[in-house]
């Protein structure tokens, strides 16, 4: 995999994609941060309004080098985006946790994680049939294979959903493996030190109605 | 449960906790809100850079009416506060998904979460006593007990660790739980519907030395 900035298969490295510190975690390798949104469906979207910040938990799909992320048209950001002519600056945030990672030292506890920040102006979807791809891309994200087993949305529902579009050009991850990093006075202390492995799992499905159990679903639950 | 707004027991309302939309997922009663601040201990941090929105996944804790954000001296959001006569204007999210919500239209579709947004001014902790005790609260946040197992920071490592703390004052929670609500003309579809739970969990500790597990440790994979 090649991860050095600038190349075709990176996104360019940024004076604010490029971190402060612990740059050695830091990654810009396409197929870095396309693993790593696709493992999720929940970003955190950031956003500016009367000077200050706003972070809202929000539904997103990757589809090739654009987010979209799930709104109503109620809502505060999509609102803003709509009055913005270029879009509303947006920093969206995806994050999974792997592992607990205890050190015999306070200090150097940590937790392993995967993250991919993507910066950029988010301009809302208008195009009828841009909005019907994505919202089926959002459901799909959630659950693969669900799109193409519900009823798509009608014109009404499709008016009453707001997708944001958010190209991937300024884009960086962030990934810590590995164990406690002690020092080296540390490891004959009596403490337990290691990886607590964080796995994220799902309960069995409760059904609503009768239909058997779809295949993409047992899948999704048997992982 | 007092959840009325401006009771004591309740966080008062302001324009910006209160949601544009789905108000009713909306709750202020500060038991509802410590209740899922109490059940993470990784926040989205987000503030504005040069008049955009920056948001990086951080590690917090609450003691009582207050957060610790956690962060290294070196980041760019602890410099920012250290440079602000004020502190730094920051909105915390933390969003717990509970499970997948299939309804027969991809309309419906949706998640049942837990979130609490968190605005407010952070400031640094610069009190060696307060800080030492911050970060306490931040290690046995992602594990309680662990704290009183380990070795304490030295002066020199308090000295590189930053913690930002943040008064719960303008806060407000929103969750979201039930089934589908699918159209009444939807529920004859033939789309399995209903709710698949989501359930983070703990997969066995991997040691890095010969310490017998510990009880606080057992008790959080054990659950």
Known sequence: MDSSPDSPRSYPRTERTTPTRARERAGYARELAHGILDDGYLCHL????????????????RLGERLYLHGSTGSRAARTAAEEPVGLAVCVTVTHVDGLVLARSA?????????????GVARPVTDPAEKR????????????????????ASARELAATALLALDLSEVSAKVRTGGPTDEP??????????????????????????EPTPDYLARLVGS
């Not at 891309?137 to 799109?147: I, K």
Request: glycine residues 10%; contains cysteine; charged residues 15%.
């Open 185 to 210: 006075e540390d490891v004959a202390l009596p403490h337990w030190s290691g990886v607590v492995p964080v796995r994220p799992g799902y309960g069995p499905p409760e059904p609503a109605g009768g």
């Open 107 to 119: 200090f150097h506890h940590s937790v392993n994680y995967r993250s991919v920040v993507v910066h």
């Open 133 to 152: 791809r994505a919202l089926d891309v959002v459901v799909d994200q959630v659950l693969p294979g669900r799109a193409a087993d519900c009823r798509p």
């Open 46 to 61: 950031g956003y500016v309004r009367d000077g200050a910040p706003v972070v809202l938990p929000t539904l997103y799909a």
